[in-house]
């Protein structure tokens, strides 16, 4: 269908006239859709001749004090079955952003590799409206203080590895003994399902390592 098409339906208003006619069919009488849609009779009526003067084509027939749906009336019924699914649908999905119970995720990372704990959490932001993000960007010395005192939930490490291409060059590691929220344990298992990463075992041992020494020369 083209767009000037399109934009007759919008010029007559077509989404109330589809809700006045999917009441009316299934209800059978537009004194009951006038009721339940909180509208006056005349109004029902009137929408329902605009309606049918838009699609060009008859909608009801009278029978006695009921009216019933043409072959044309039961073609657009169905059609606004989907449409009220397609409604439902979209309010689902957008349900999300309006109530959507906060939760933060505390991000720590190495200057080296701010750009990739920015795309990381642009990306994971956007598909988790309800999460709120911090990153803080400092040296290794300091990471490794908040990382033993756990300041943050994740911290993303730069990686010096010969061959391996330069946006793949970190890792990240979390504090021990403390369990992850929910934000960012699925912040975690999202970098790792997407591939984004490299394997964390070398690195989060050089990191453990790094910190047990740290921890050593202040007890010195």
């Known amino acids: 269908?083209?767009?000037?098409?399109?934009?007759?339906?919008?010029?007559?208003?077509?989404?109330p006239q589809l809700f006045v006619f999917e009441a009316t069919a299934r209800l059978g009488s537009v004194t009951r859709a006038a009721e339940e849609l909180h509208l006056a009779q005349p109004t029902v009526s009137m929408q329902l001749k605009k309606l049918a003067e838009t699609m060009e084509v008859p909608l009801f027939e009278q029978h006695g004090r009921r009216l019933r749906l043409t072959g044309a009336g039961h073609a657009l019924l169905e059609v606004c079955d989907e449409l009220i699914h397609c409604l439902a649908h979209a309010d689902m999905k957008l349900d999300a952003f309006r109530k959507a119970k906060v939760e933060t995720l505390r991000v720590a990372a190495e200057a080296q590799v701010r750009p990739v704990a920015a795309r990381l959490i642009a990306a994971f932001c956007?598909?988790?409206?309800?999460?709120?993000?911090?990153?803080?960007?400092?040296?290794?010395?300091?990471?490794?203080?908040?990382?033993?005192?756990?300041?943050?939930?994740?911290?993303?490490?730069?990686?010096?590895?010969?061959?391996?291409?330069?946006?793949?060059?970190?890792?990240?590691?979390?504090?021990?003994?403390?369990?992850?929220?929910?934000?960012?344990?699925?912040?975690v298992r999202e970098a790792l399902d997407l591939g984004a990463m490299p394997?964390?075992?070398?690195?989060?041992q050089a990191v453990a390592e790094q910190v047990e020494r740290q921890d050593q020369q202040e007890n010195r």
């Open 126 to 187: 956007s598909r988790h409206p309800g999460v709120q993000a911090t990153l803080h960007i400092g040296e290794l010395p300091e990471l490794l203080t908040r990382l033993t005192d756990g300041n943050d939930d994740v911290y993303l490490f730069a990686l010096e590895v010969e061959g391996l291409p330069a946006e793949r060059r970190w890792s990240m590691a979390h504090p021990k003994g403390r369990e992850l929220g929910p934000a960012a344990a699925l912040f």
């Open 199 to 204: 394997r964390i075992e070398r690195v989060a």
């Open 1 to 15: 269908m083209s767009r000037a098409t399109l934009r007759r339906f919008f010029r007559h208003g077509l989404l």
